[in-house]
């Protein structure tokens, strides 16, 4: 029995980095987001395959899962829609199994983005190597006549990729290719219910477009809940596994992650050893601020969604909160509500049409206002001392301790030693 055209090619894919020090081979890869969720999973295996079949060039159009290989478990999800097109999940490549930057540095790399157009501070080498983009967040991209840019904010990336192959190369989708793009569309756009917000006439356009193609894809509702009930079962995983399935992180002078987590706020805040466990994420992966945004949904498919505000350092959490509760762009209509945790606010979000891909901007406008103004912490160091500053070197007018040492308390020593503390954990 043949193989199926998605597996041979996946194979070649994977023969190809095994070997690729052996050989002179290019690589175009396409690779998603730092999340990769459903969508930019899809969008980085069936553009990649369909540039296999369209594109005549010696260099090798390669999909890459922008995860670890051992991270894919968070996403049962993922897990879920490969079980349903029969594709293994040992098929697939993973960002630790193909060093980009080796390649770069050997001028054999080019690089699709999907269902992101940035790339995050650690890859911003690789920009370098950028030759298109196809998303649907907000545009953040320079133009450049080196990069073609799709974007258009519609409800799924998988929309937008399959509108390129339907218009380009039609014939290339094949029962497999389709029911993992359908998937996506019918995931990201929560089983295309225009009161969760997401759906736009575009993914219903080509939702239909699929399902006219292929009638044998599975009933669109039928297919929503298996996906979704997987994506929502956090069942035996544990608070770092939690924040880690669904988080994207940007950075400027304070490092930042937002993590999606599929279980009521309440539900997160009972979690025992919380504060610590918190305290142990931020401090494994760098992050001076973790927000977490819960969404769950209704009977009919409402969502609700909860957001919570994390730091050990008063300022940075006060700072974000207020600018959150009064940000105009996307109005979160944030109502506090009670949080047993001393550095963790805690809100409803009023606004439950604000996912995380509309607060993602919010964010980075935060961030960009505290670099341009000036830091609080940067405030908080030019507080005055008790204790004379040390002299640059001994070529001036009088020595500061000409007139002995200062008098200092025990209890003034004691608050600078808290203050000092404060400005790093509060």
Same mark, same amino acid.
């Given at each position: 029995?043949?193989?199926?055209?998605?597996?041979?090619?996946?194979?070649?894919?994977?023969?190809?980095?095994?070997?690729?020090?052996?050989?002179?081979?290019?690589?175009?890869?396409?690779?998603?987001?730092?999340?990769?969720?459903?969508?930019?999973?899809?969008?980085?295996?069936?553009?990649?395959?369909?540039?296999?079949?369209?594109?005549?060039?010696?260099?090798?159009?390669?999909?890459?899962?922008?995860?670890?290989?051992?991270?894919?478990?968070?996403?049962?999800?993922?897990?879920?829609?490969?079980?349903?097109?029969?594709?293994?999940?040992?098929?697939?490549?993973?960002?630790?199994?193909?060093?980009?930057?080796?390649?770069?540095?050997?001028?054999?790399?080019?690089?699709?983005?999907?269902?992101?157009?940035?790339?995050?501070?650690?890859?911003?080498?690789?920009?370098?190597?950028?030759?298109?983009?196809?998303?649907?967040?907000?545009?953040?991209?320079?133009?450049?006549?080196?990069?073609?840019?799709?974007?258009?904010?519609?409800?799924?990336?998988?929309?937008?990729?399959?509108?390129?192959?339907?218009?380009?190369?039609?014939?290339?989708?094949?029962?497999?290719?389709?029911?993992?793009?359908?998937?996506?569309? =019918?995931?990201?756009?929560? #089983?295309? $219910?225009? &009161?969760?917000?997401? @759906? *736009?006439?575009? /993914?219903?356009?080509?939702? %239909?477009?699929?399902?006219?193609?292929?009638?044998?894809?599975?009933?669109?509702?039928?297919?929503?809940?298996?996906?979704?009930?997987?994506?929502?079962?956090?069942?035996?995983?544990?608070?770092?596994?939690?924040?880690?399935?669904?988080?994207?992180? =940007?950075?400027?002078?304070? #490092?930042? $992650?937002? &993590?999606?987590?599929? @279980? *009521?706020?309440? /539900?997160?805040?009972?979690? %025992?050893?919380?504060?610590?466990?918190?305290?142990?994420?931020?401090?494994?992966?760098?992050?001076?601020?973790?927000?977490?945004?819960?969404?769950?949904?209704?009977?009919?498919?409402?969502?609700?969604?909860?957001?919570?505000?994390?730091?050990?350092?008063?300022?940075?959490?006060?700072?974000?909160?207020?600018?959150?509760?009064?940000?105009?762009?996307?109005?979160?209509?944030?109502?506090?509500?009670?949080?047993?945790?001393?550095?963790?606010?805690?809100?409803?979000?009023?606004?439950?049409?604000?996912?995380?891909?509309?607060?993602?901007?919010?964010?980075?406008?935060?961030?960009?206002?505290?670099?341009?103004?000036?830091?609080?912490?940067?405030?908080?160091?030019?507080?005055?001392?008790?204790?004379?500053?040390?002299?640059?070197?001994?070529?001036?007018?009088?020595?500061?301790?000409?007139?002995?040492?200062?008098?200092?308390?025990?209890?003034?020593?004691?608050?600078?030693?808290?203050?000092?503390?404060?400005?790093?954990?509060?």
């Amino acid at each position: 029995m043949d193989q199926p055209k998605m597996e041979e090619f996946l194979s070649s894919c994977r023969r190809a980095v095994q070997n690729w020090d052996q050989t002179a081979a290019h690589f175009h890869v396409v690779v998603g987001n730092e999340a990769c969720d459903t969508d930019s999973m899809v969008c980085s295996l069936v553009y990649a395959y369909f540039l296999s079949k369209t594109v005549r060039s010696d260099t090798l159009p390669v999909p890459l899962l922008n995860i670890c290989q051992s991270d894919l478990v968070l996403r049962p999800d993922n897990l879920a829609l490969l079980r349903l097109v029969n594709l293994s999940p040992d098929m697939l490549l993973f960002r630790d199994q193909l060093d980009l930057q080796v390649l770069l540095r050997a001028g054999r790399l080019q690089l699709t983005l999907v269902d992101h157009n940035v790339l995050p501070s650690c890859d911003h080498s690789l920009e370098e190597a950028v030759v298109e983009v196809i998303d649907h967040h907000l545009l953040e991209r320079e133009p450049s006549s080196t990069c073609s840019v799709t974007v258009e904010t519609v409800g799924s990336c998988a929309t937008l990729v399959t509108e390129r192959i339907l218009q380009e190369a039609p014939d290339v989708l094949d029962q497999q290719a389709a029911q993992l793009l359908y998937a996506a569309v =019918v995931l990201d756009c929560v #089983n295309m $219910a225009p &009161s969760a917000g997401k @759906v *736009t006439p575009k /993914d219903s356009e080509f939702a %239909a477009a699929l399902e006219s193609r292929f009638p044998d894809l599975p009933p669109r509702g039928a297919l929503f809940q298996t996906l979704n009930n997987a994506k929502f079962d956090v069942s035996g995983l544990n608070t770092e596994q939690m924040l880690m399935k669904d988080m994207k992180s =940007v950075s400027g002078s304070l #490092n930042l $992650a937002v &993590s999606v987590l599929y @279980v *009521t706020l309440e /539900d997160f805040l009972q979690r %025992a050893g919380l504060d610590a466990e918190l305290l142990d994420f931020c401090l494994k992966f760098g992050l001076d601020l973790l927000l977490m945004m819960t969404i769950s949904f209704t009977e009919r498919q409402e969502p609700i969604r909860e957001l919570a505000v994390y730091s050990h350092n008063a300022a940075w959490r006060d700072e974000a909160s207020q600018y959150l509760e009064q940000a105009h762009d996307q109005t979160l209509d944030l109502c506090p509500i009670s949080s047993p945790h001393l550095h963790l606010r805690a809100y409803r979000q009023g606004n439950s049409l604000v996912s995380r891909k509309k607060l993602l901007p919010l964010v980075k406008d935060f961030l960009k206002e505290w670099d341009e103004n000036g830091s609080l912490r940067d405030v908080a160091e030019e507080e005055e001392s008790a204790v004379p500053p040390t002299p640059m070197n001994s070529l001036v007018e009088g020595c500061p301790l000409d007139d002995g040492l200062p008098r200092i308390s025990t209890a003034d020593l004691e608050d600078k030693v808290s203050k000092m503390a404060d400005r790093r954990w509060k």
